[in-house]
């Protein structure tokens, strides 16, 4: 079980490989990938801010429950911090699994909870200024599920 709060970039295909290697007793790997998203079109890049220790130790958390309650061989989550341009990766989620059920619920139950819960602060610059980015209704409702 791994949780990496970093401010470098990472490599989705390289921590993929090495996250499924040798897993000859698990019948699931799941990966997501999350990257910044440009939805207005004016997007010149995001800042990610988080106080260390307390983000690593929250994400810690959240992968503490999913292993409760999934029959989890393993799980990574890497988040991103600092300065990051459209169509950067920020995120990835992988679980190991016996079985595919538990490895995608595992996989969602981090995803929504890290776009929720992870204590990040996200600050949007445009041309026309900077704009901390706002909870989401839709976000909120994913939670309900679980």
Do not use: N
Not at 95 to 100: E, F, L, N, S, W
């Amino acid at each position: 079980m791994g949780v990496r709060v970093q401010q470098e970039p990472f490599d989705f295909a390289a921590e993929a490989e090495a996250f499924a290697a040798g897993r000859t007793d698990m019948g699931a790997i799941v990966t997501f990938t999350g990257v910044v998203r440009d939805t207005s079109g004016t997007l010149d890049h995001m800042l990610i801010e988080h106080y260390p220790g307390m983000t690593e130790s929250a994400i810690g958390g959240m992968v503490e429950e999913a292993r409760r309650r999934w029959s989890l061989g393993d799980c990574l989550v890497i988040h991103r911090y600092g300065r990051l341009a459209p169509g950067e990766r920020i995120m990835m989620v992988a679980t190991a699994a016996p079985h595919r059920a538990d490895a995608f619920a595992a996989a969602e139950f981090l995803m929504d909870y890290l776009k929720s819960r992870a204590p990040f602060w996200k600050k949007e610059l445009t041309a026309s200024g900077a704009e901390w980015v706002a909870a989401k209704d839709e976000d909120e409702e994913a939670l309900k599920r679980w």
